[in-house]
């Protein structure tokens, strides 16, 4: 029997095994697949609301619950305390998300925006907002720079919570709308500034998203040749923008600021103390994944200046080339 998503319905008279925590993540990382397959074009939103009506119930039985253990705490340092843990997990994700495995990617990215989802519900929570409000899930992506202002954000929820759960597509989208919807998850997550969550149209649009696809097959196929480097600057940003978008929201929901613009302008002015000593040293991981291609690719120069063309040669040629990448990538996040 299939439920109207077209997944098997579980069999009420057994008893359901719990799941561990490796198959929670996978199961809600499908959800979520889901939900993006079949509304792309509306995913940030989508993803907004599945969170809220999954995590916000919970999120608020957490802040009930730890200020009533903590009572003497300032809310404050409870959300620190969260962000530093949500910050903590990030990384792990990233560096999941880092890794050549297309099984891994998925679940690894996803599963670190659900992770700073459930650190800005309970951040709201704490401060006494309801995580099922609409209007907190707009905060949420206005503080995010999916949508320009708390208002646009609350209009865009609202079209598509009435539309109700995404039907199954009947027929293909097009590469276009799947390149923006990419663009947005990579807005979501921090990876791109907000202007490329704006959706674009024209010749232009078809070039950019020819191109996107191009970009992103070489990024990805670069991540084989160098995949140290890769879950290093992944598990770095994902990282770094958990503690920045956690420290939005607890500027803005701490009420030292009264819009999400002025929020996002002064958490984005603070620096977490020991940031530049962590910097540094993933400075120096970084550079270090990075320099043993470069010697590789030295060792080649002369290989091909001796002994002329080979395998060797080719091979080296493609470090290269991921070296390039590589570094517009990094170079690129904002």
């Known amino acids: ?10 069999n009420l008279g057994e008893p359901q095994r719990p799941k561990g925590r490796i198959g ?47 009572p003497d705490t300032p809310r404050a ?50 401060y006494d907002r309801d995580p099922r409000q609409l209007q907190t899930g707009a905060e949420m992506l206005a503080l995010r720079g999916v949508h320009p202002n708390v208002e646009t954000a609350q209009a865009a929820l609202a079209v598509v919570r009435e539309t109700g759960r995404p039907a199954r597509p009947t027929e293909r989208r097009s590469l276009r709308t799947w390149v923006h919807s990419v663009y947005v998850l990579l807005v979501f997550g921090g990876f791109m500034a907000p202007s490329a969550a704006q959706p674009q149209t024209g010749v232009w649009a078809r070039v950019r998203a020819v191109l996107s696809v191009a970009l992103g097959t070489a990024i990805w196929a670069t991540t ?33 600021e009264a819009t ?45 200046n001796t002994a002329g063309f080979s395998w060797l040669v080719a091979f080296g040629s493609l470090v290269a080339l991921s070296l390039v990448l590589a570094t517009a990538v990094i170079s690129n996040r904002r």
Not at 229 to 256: K, S
Not at 269 to 281: F, M, N, Q, S
Not at 293 to 301: D, K, M
């Open 1 to 10: 029997m299939a439920d109207e998503t077209g997944a098997a319905a579980p």
């Open 24 to 70: 929670r993540v996978f199961s809600g990382s499908r959800e979520l697949v889901r939900i993006v397959r079949r509304d792309p074009e509306h995913v940030a939103e989508r993803l907004t609301l599945y969170a809220a009506d999954r995590l916000g119930q919970s999120s608020s039985e957490w802040a009930q619950a730890t200020r009533s253990a903590r």
């Open 77 to 126: 340092q409870l959300a620190e305390e969260l962000r530093t843990q949500s910050a903590q997990i990030a990384r792990i994700d990233g560096a999941i998300a880092g890794t050549p495995f297309l099984l891994a990617l998925a679940p690894g990215y996803l599963t670190y925006l659900w992770q700073e989802t459930r650190m800005m519900l309970r951040t709201a929570a704490l």
């Open 224 to 256: 084989w040749v160098l995949p140290v480097t890769f879950m290093i600057a992944m598990a770095w940003g994902c990282e770094t923008h958990t503690r920045q978008l956690g420290r939005r929201a607890l500027v803005f929901y701490g009420g030292e």
């Open 260 to 304: 999400v613009n002025a929020a996002v302008a002064l958490a984005d002015r603070r620096r977490d103390r020991g940031h530049d000593k962590r910097a540094i040293l993933r400075g120096v991981a970084l550079f270090a994944s990075v320099v043993i291609p470069i010697g590789f690719i030295a060792l080649v120069i002369h290989v091909r």
